[in-house]
């Protein structure tokens, strides 16, 4: 059953809404926002983006956490640098990990003896960890909860987006997924379900040439304005293809460059604007 009180949804729901709820609550949990950070398939930086937004939000002065309900291909904890640490839970939930600047992290991995080791489950028991994540991980007071969702359109993503009060959703993609059928399949699922989508990030956008400094397209991405426009949506920032962001699991923000710095201090601006 819902709990309304400790719902970041609470109040701007309408009766015939609250009657039909399949969301559920922890009430010793304080959420604010929820961001789901969404791709249409694998491998275009989504768990990158869900971590470099955290840190920014961090930055901001807000307190944030992340969710890492990619079950089968967890990442955040080596995103975040706490690979090989684990959860402990206490009679009254799972206490999320850490990290030294203080955001709060929890993931499959957290809770496994061997981060190697395959998580071969079907996808029932794989949509309830993460409803658990939701229900029985003590949060606490955030700000910002960060939902790193596994890629595509199926049980984890439409779990989520029904049990657990999603403010918007933060789409990744590079500029040739950016116009194919795949992210309009995703952004089409998320809109099905009356949640705003806040915008999208083009990753990979361009490498930047070492010795000219010019933005070199790597993708054909021409028809990119021409998506946004048709389904009303707004980029939240480019960010090119480069070693200091493939690297932050091994560096964290060490080696950003001031380009991308500045392009996530936009990007969590835009999110925090979208959502006041």
């Known amino acids: 059953m819902a709990d309304c009180n400790s719902c970041p949804s609470n109040n701007t729901c309408s009766a015939e809404q609250q009657s039909t709820c399949t969301i559920k609550n922890n009430p010793n949990n304080h959420v604010k926002n929820i961001i789901g950070v969404m791709s249409g398939k694998g491998g ?26 990619d079950i089968t291909g967890p990442s955040i904890p080596r995103l975040f640098q706490i690979e090989g640490e684990r959860a402990v839970a206490n009679n009254s939930g799972i206490i999320p990990i850490t990290t030294k600047d203080g955001i709060k992290i929890m993931s499959l991995n957290l809770l496994m003896e061997e981060e190697e080791k395959p998580v071969i489950w079907r996808g029932p028991l794989v949509s309830n960890i993460v409803e658990q994540f939701w229900t029985d991980v003590l949060w606490g007071e955030l700000d910002y909860l960060i939902i790193d969702l596994p890629p595509g359109t199926g049980d984890v993503a439409l779990t989520v987006m029904q049990s657990i009060p999603i403010s918007g ?41 070492p010795d000219c400094n010019k933005k ?52 969590g601006s835009k999110i925090v604007q979208a959502l006041n």
Do not use: H
């Open 44 to 69: 275009v930086g989504k768990s990158t983006v869900s971590a470099l937004i955290a840190r920014d939000l961090k930055d901001k002065g807000y307190k944030v956490g992340v969710m890492d309900a």
């Open 169 to 209: 959703v933060v789409m990744v993609s590079v500029p040739q997924d950016l116009v194919s059928m795949i992210v309009a399949k995703a952004v089409n699922m998320v809109k099905k379900l009356n949640i705003p989508v806040l915008g999208i990030v083009e990753n990979m956008s361009y490498v930047l040439c």
């Open 216 to 267: 070199i397209e790597i993708f054909e991405g021409e028809n990119t304005w021409e998506f946004l426009k048709n389904y009303n949506l707004e980029l939240l920032g480019e960010l090119p293809m480069g070693k200091d962001i493939a690297g932050i699991s091994a560096t964290g923000n060490a080696r950003l460059t001031e380009d991308v710095k500045t392009t996530f201090e936009q990007i």
